[in-house]
């Protein structure tokens, strides 16, 4: 079992950055891959960045360029580095660690763009 607690959202102008941490707590961080998405009230929840085990990478094609994903095994951290926040960033971002049929949500952080 992994628990996951995301901190680091805001109220931001457009334009300006955030980085978001997700913390795991449990054993194994290492073999999840650790995403984050995102939703907005009447939408469903959306990829915006994804961490393979080995590291690799992939994006939302709305983020490329502006968001970069990491982690941190040692510290059983994955963040979220957000720069050029557009308005249309706004929303409650979310981290997720997969492996295998095992799927593990935090509770979410708010991130508001705003001028």
């Known amino acids: 079992q992994v628990q996951l607690t995301e901190s680091g959202g805001g109220l931001v102008q457009p334009g300006g950055s955030l980085r978001l941490s997700c913390a795991a707590s449990g054993s194994g961080f290492s073999t999840y891959a650790m995403g984050w998405y995102r939703q907005v009230p009447g939408k469903q929840r959306e990829l915006v960045a994804r961490i393979t085990r080995g590291g690799d990478t992939n994006y939302a094609d709305s983020v490329k360029g502006r968001f970069t994903i990491s982690r941190d095994n040692a510290k059983n951290t994955v963040y979220l580095e957000m720069n050029s926040l557009q308005l249309d960033d706004t929303a409650v971002y979310f981290c997720?660690?997969?492996?295998?049929?095992?799927?593990?949500w935090g509770q979410g952080t708010q991130v508001t763009v705003s001028s």
């Open positions: 997720n660690a997969g492996r295998f049929t095992s799927s593990y």
